[in-house]
């Protein structure tokens, strides 16, 4: 597999932390060099990583050794940057949301299939095995039909907020937690059409953004997805899907620590309590290898695409229905 030259665009504690190590470390990409407006961040990173450094995009854009640019800015910002990197003919991976807007996103996705290159959103909780065995639960008929899906993922205050408290940066729950357990629904339901029965995006104490949502979906077999989430409030992070001839539970499933090991909590149709565990995985490393992948597997790309689009069309719908809500 060649090895890919990445660059990080965009250098707050999310990609300190934990995008710069696992690029870093992941088979066939080289952490290249990082781009920041901060001159600072950008020296004590390049001087870390022993990398290249840049303070103005064009110059990194211009780079030809640059192969793949992964974009950390906040979220309103996914539109412009993604539109300059696929236009330097560069891989464009990026934090969730790709962008804040489902035109935005569709023209994303429209550039990348004219140029010929790779996509990608940073749900990295799809690619950790946890997620994959949650999946299989429902898909090997172990559960019965489904009747219900139950997900949550809420986060108390952040010492540090940052962008996700700007409403002119793309900051709120919706954007910042609400898409986990949208992208959870329709990737354990991939050949669902989810009908949205309810939305309501809310601000709570006179915040300049929306502090926490609900959204009910019915699927096409009369089963129930409800799905919550918020920023402000006491830790959930969680899946309960119920069928008719058993359930299961897991915790931490959209966010969790490399050496987290999942736990699965299932009851057979007598409500006889099982525990069954997992495999414990870095999701952002996975993530990077998959998306590695789809540089060589055209239909990979597009099915990235796709799983984009789809994600992008239900944020919108509930957004659309929520604010025009009286």
Known sequence: MKRMRVAV?????????RILPVVSAASGLELFGVCSRNPG?????????????WTEASSMLLDPDVDIVYVATPSNLHAEHGKRV?????????EKPLTCELRHTLDLLALSRTYGLSIGEGFMYLRHPQF???????????LGSIKSIGCRFGIPPLEHPGFRSDANLGGGALFDVG???????LALFPEEHPELRHA???????????TDGLAVFALSNGAVAILEWGINCAYRNEIDIWGEEGSVFSNK????????????????????????YGDANDHFSSMLQCFRGMIDDLASAEMERRRICRRAELLDRIWSVSRDRP
């Open 132 to 142: 994959h065995q949650l999946a299989k639960y429902v898909t090997d008929g172990r």
């Open 41 to 53: 961040s950008v020296s004590a990173c390049s001087e870390k990583w022993k990398c290249k450094g």
């Open 200 to 210: 309501n995006v809310v601000r709570r104490n006179g915040s300049t953004v929306d």
């Open 179 to 185: 898409c986990y357990p949208i992208s959870a629904l």
């Open 253 to 276: 499933i959209f966010s969790k620590p490399a050496d987290h090991v999942p736990e699965f909590r299932l009851r057979d149709s007598r409500g006889v309590e099982s525990i069954e």
């Open 86 to 94: 696929l236009d330097a003919r560069k891989h464009f991976w990026c």
């Open 9 to 17: 665009w965009g250098l707050g504690r999310h990609a300190i932390n």
